[in-house]
């Protein structure tokens, strides 16, 4: 199974039988990031930054004044 004395685990039972998955805990307070919503947009990301769609900054100072452009 792969698994490590401390590993979080789930239990369930399914016809009868005890499953065991691996689980990972995530913080209460960092859930967010897991809701289907936020996974599309770093999805929509990352195929950004994959095809070169993306502005790059050299400065803060160019990165604010690109700001003030729009």
Do not use: C, Y
């Amino acid at each position: 199974m792969d698994l490590n004395e401390g590993d979080e685990v789930i239990f369930t039972v399914e016809d009868g039988k005890v499953v065991l998955t691996p689980a990972a805990v995530v913080p209460r307070d960092q859930t967010w990031f897991w809701t289907p919503d936020w996974q599309a947009k770093e999805t929509e990301a990352e195929a950004d930054i994959a095809t070169s769609r993306v502005t790059r900054h050299e400065t803060d100072e160019e990165f604010l004044a690109s700001l003030d452009a729009d």
